[in-house]
């Protein structure tokens, strides 16, 4: 198993531009999440899913959408990319009830200028 | 709701010394807690979790960590540094609700000299 995987690791964006993060588990969790983490700041969530149709935001939701229409795929769109949005985005998974421990993918590190 | 607070954002010590990662939890229901190691340019991998079936965890690379509700604490200790245990360390609780949101801390690196 692959368990969570990210595309792409790196990517620089311009003030703007718009592009999709893309994450794809293969342990059939119906949860999904992705946060972004900052120097200093911990991991904060952008947007959650607890089923394949089902999103909702997390406490840092502006700027990012989200859409959930398999199980296995949770791609975030940024749209207006700003430097405010240079992070590292993790996501993550866990399946239904417990235990409740969330499972990590590598990341991905963007940079906007 | 639930809150983290890790005290110290940089801990040292020198290898085969006591590692100790504070870690105080804020929650309105019985708490789920976690540790999580980030290696550098890596993902979170868990080190260990409190569910509440006892008091003392025991988790990876010989790192535990005791639940103590009366000081709303859940501290990281390994008995011997090792090199090898030089990461990011984040603590965790989990959120009330159906969704099992997670509330992160703001982490602690952990340096190890020789």
């Known amino acids: 198993n692959a368990g969570v995987t990210q595309t792409p690791k790196f990517r620089i964006l311009k003030i703007g531009q718009s592009m999709t993060l893309q994450c794809t588990q293969d342990?059939?969790?119906?949860?999904m999440y992705w946060y972004r983490q900052d120097p200093g700041m911990g991991l904060k969530l952008i947007y959650y899913s607890v089923g394949a149709g089902i999103t909702d935001k997390g406490e840092v939701p502006n700027g990012y959408n989200v859409s959930r229409s398999t199980t296995e795929d949770f791609p975030l769109r940024l749209e207006l990319a700003a430097p405010s949005q240079t992070s590292v985005y993790f996501c993550a998974t866990k399946p239904g009830g417990a235990p409740y421990e969330q499972y990590f993918g590598p990341g991905t590190r963007l940079t906007v200028t | 709701a639930q809150s983290v607070t890790q005290l110290g954002s940089h801990v040292s010590v020198s290898e085969g010394a006591l590692v100790l990662l504070r870690c105080n939890y804020s929650s309105s229901v019985p708490p789920y807690l976690f540790w999580y190691v980030q290696y550098p340019n890596q993902g979170l991998q868990l080190l260990l979790k409190y569910t509440s079936a006892a008091t003392l965890v025991k988790g990876i690379n010989g790192f535990e960590a005791e639940f103590k509700k009366s000081e709303t604490s859940f501290h990281l200790t390994k008995p011997s540094a090792h090199m090898s245990d030089a990461a990011e360390y984040f603590c965790?609780?989990?959120?009330?609700?159906?969704?099992?949101?997670?509330?992160f801390g703001t982490g602690t690196r952990l340096q190890v000299t020789l």
């Open positions: 342990m059939n969790h119906n949860y």
């Open positions: 965790a609780v989990k959120e009330a609700g159906t969704a099992s949101k997670l509330t």
